[in-house]
């Protein structure tokens, strides 16, 4: 089977190499690189199936290079700082990472972050799902977790992989409200340890993608408890 590479972004050589052991020592490929120029050239030259990716870097920095990367591809992104401001976060969220450690962290917390991403790539999924099963078809709208891919109007529309969950969650389950730590749970799972806030800025963005696409259903705020996909009988 072939492993799934891992590409370390850090300025900092003893991080890179300390995750690099943990890392090859849990079964992955790993590459590293310790600038935001360097990555993002081997981001675009290799297959890579997950960056790590350190904010403060000289040069290019974590937030450009997450930029320069997702204009390519939807390669799962989790963002390293030292930073913990609720500002970064949201802002790394933003630009479309899947997750965010703030230093110092815990080899193994890393390592579960990880494994918890690459159980949600359409990589794996498309391993085991041989079916028709995960995909939901709504007007102008076919929403497919198997192969990870979003329609709108008949249009492939790129969306980072916690987008195209979230999206798939909610409208599987239609007309049902759900708080915002309940999607934190069904959808990010037990091993992530962000904020309520996440859910705020995935929904605003796939709002972007979605407005004024059909009157027969939509994204809807529920006030005060959290948001549901209604769909108009």
Request: glycine letters at 6%; hydrophobic letters at 40%.
């Amino acid at each position: 089977m072939d492993r799934e590479r891992i590409l370390i972004v850090d300025d900092d050589r003893n991080i890179c190499e300390l995750l690099r052991l943990y890392l090859e020592k849990e079964g992955y490929e790993t590459h590293l690189a310790h600038d935001g120029e360097t990555a993002v050239n081997m981001h675009n030259e290799m297959d890579i199936d997950l960056v790590l990716l350190d904010v403060m870097m000289p040069h290019v920095d974590g937030w450009e290079a997450c930029r320069r990367i997702r204009a390519k591809k939807n390669t799962p992104i989790i963002m390293l700082t030292a930073k913990g401001e609720t500002f970064d976060k949201v802002l790394g969220l933003e630009l479309g990472a899947d997750d965010y450690i703030v230093k110092p962290f815990d080899t193994k917390e890393v390592v579960a972050r990880i494994k918890a991403v690459l159980r949600r790539t359409g990589r794996e999924i498309s391993k085991k799902e041989q079916s028709s099963e995960g995909e939901l078809v709504f007007d102008n709208l076919v929403v497919n977790i198997t192969k990870y891919e979003l329609k709108v109007n008949g249009e492939v529309v790129d969306a980072p992989p916690k987008e195209m969950e979230l999206l798939y969650y909610l409208a599987k389950n239609s007309n049902k409200v759900f708080t915002r730590d309940a999607l934190l749970d069904e959808v990010w799972g037990f091993e992530y340890y962000g904020d309520s806030r996440t859910i705020d800025v995935h929904i605003k963005r796939l709002r972007e993608k979605l407005e004024g696409v059909s009157t027969k259903w939509s994204l809807k705020t529920v006030w005060g408890v959290g948001y549901k996909f209604e769909v108009k009988e």
